[in-house]
């Protein structure tokens, strides 16, 4: 019988492992503009967000948004836009691809709370969207199709 790993590879997906956080949520490393970071991997997100103080680690320009921010813990929250971006997850990789900017020292807190490490964003459903993403809970792997 054939694998979910093995059927997923060979239509040219590849396999990106996630980690299992002590606050029940999967974390993944990603590379934005050439420089990596950790982010959640959040299914509820719509979009893929960075905090304000990510700024410049990530090289990013940004722009005034009118959208509010609305999460889980928090709401109404000023937002900055930043397009264009290269985003890599594995082997995956993106152009102009656009992030949120906004403070994410709540979720930061949180995790800091619960003996978790911060990180520096969120991956949303825009990025799953784009890759055509597979999750295999039980094993642990996102697979993004190349």
Same mark, same amino acid.
């Given at each position: ?36 970071? @950790?982010?959640?991997? %959040? ?52 152009? @102009? ?19 978790? %490490? ?29």
């Amino acid at each position: 019988m054939e694998t979910l790993k093995d059927f997923l590879l060979t239509k040219g997906y590849s396999k990106i492992k996630l980690k299992y956080t002590k606050t029940n949520h999967f974390e993944i490393k990603a590379t934005v503009n050439g420089v990596k970071g @950790r982010f959640i991997l %959040d299914t509820g997100a719509s979009n893929s967000c960075v905090g304000f103080e990510a700024i410049e680690r990530f090289n990013l320009k940004v722009k005034d948004s009118e959208i509010k921010a609305v999460g889980a813990g928090a709401s109404d929250m000023m937002t900055q836009i930043s397009t264009s971006n290269a985003i890599k997850v594995g082997k995956w990789k993106k152009k @102009r691809v656009s992030l949120i900017l906004f403070n994410l020292s709540h979720v930061n807190n949180g995790l800091i709370s619960h003996d978790a %490490d911060p990180v520096d964003g969120i991956l949303g459903a825009d990025i799953l969207k784009k890759g055509k993403a597979v999750i295999d809970y039980e094993k642990k792997y996102l697979y993004l199709k190349l």
